[in-house]
Nanobody, 126 residues
């Protein structure tokens, strides 16, 4: 199993920035990719970004490209999500997840991820 712990959420004013972290432990060698998803109240969980451990290829939701940046530190088994120019509509619980299957297809779908963190709340005030 892989354990994931998110941190870095909080309250920020519109236009501000936050950096989320997701630390992985356990059978991390089995992880192929890490993803970030978010879920706002009353809405479905949506894809934010993903990164491949080996090589660092990155993927973003089209609407977030340019404001959000995903990165990883392989030595620390940690993935980051830098969020800039935050907007009230970015308010949500942000989750990280890991995928073990070594294929890119479906990387934007929550269904292909095996393990999830507990989530961290991000609130953007107007």
């Amino acid at each position: 199993q892989v354990q994931l712990v998110e941190s870095g959420g909080g309250l920020v004013q519109a236009g501000g920035s936050l950096r989320l972290s997701c630390a992985a432990s356990g059978r991390t060698f089995s992880s192929y990719a890490m993803g970030w998803f978010r879920q706002a109240p009353g809405k479905e969980r949506e894809f934010v970004s993903a990164i491949i451990w080996n090589g660092g290829s990155t993927y973003y939701a089209d609407a977030l490209k340019g404001r959000f940046t995903i990165s990883r530190d392989n030595a620390k088994n940690t993935v980051y999500l830098q969020m800039n120019s935050l907007r009230p509509e970015d308010t949500a619980v942000y989750y990280c997840a890991t995928r073990s299957r070594a294929v890119v297809a479906g990387i934007r779908s929550a269904y292909v991820y095996d393990y999830w963190g507990q989530g961290t709340q991000v609130t953007v005030s107007s």
